[in-house]
């Protein structure tokens, strides 16, 4: 399978190529400027592995939360390259990739409560399990509150302890203390299209593939977007 990956939600700007079980990416983190490296990300991986935009399977990418604009920047890019190529969209939960991040690194994990910081005094936040595949599947809803709001689903009070990631615990002091208990760790572990493209191939091999114009942002924070559309 033959499946590029970007990703722009988060200050984490990255790309990635999956070919045929090999995964060449590019990353780095910054506070702005994504729309300036993003492409070149995207141009590096594709000619590090002799690849065609054409030539592949699909494009996944980022769908949010995250940054208004990055999350917006992240769905234009992808739409503009699969129009030009003509091959379909993937959408991936940027809470559910870092889910994935942390399952790939730790074989002992199998449920990871993910909280991003979404500004505002607010989080961005999921819970994700591990599936018999060993992929993140969601456990309820996303969603978007004051970090006093997280809750953990009722079963998680029986071990084993999920594992706290993203940027919200360190934005937000008072969330890793309130969870302290529940929690067997929290680790930051952004976003990264290494992970968006792994979750994207049962979607594409189950054929949940969109066309290029289907490429939407998530934002779960919409009244926000639809009272100030320059919102960042």
Known sequence: MRILALDTATENCSAALLLEGRTVARERRLPRGHAELILAMVDEVLAECHAALASLDAIAFGRGPGSFTGVRLGASVAQGLAFGAGVPVVP???????????????????????????????????????SGSGLAEPAGAEHVSPPDQVRLPAPWTQAPKPVGAGSGFAAYPELRTALANALAATREAPPRATEIAVLAVPEVAAGRVFDPEQALPVYLRDEVVQSSPGSH
């Open 92 to 130: 991936v939960s940027d809470l559910m990739a870092v889910a994935q991040r942390v399952l790939s690194e730790d074989a002992s994990v199998s449920r990871v409560l993910v909280c991003n910081d979404a500004r505002m005094r607010e989080v961005y936040w999921g819970c994700f399990v591990r």
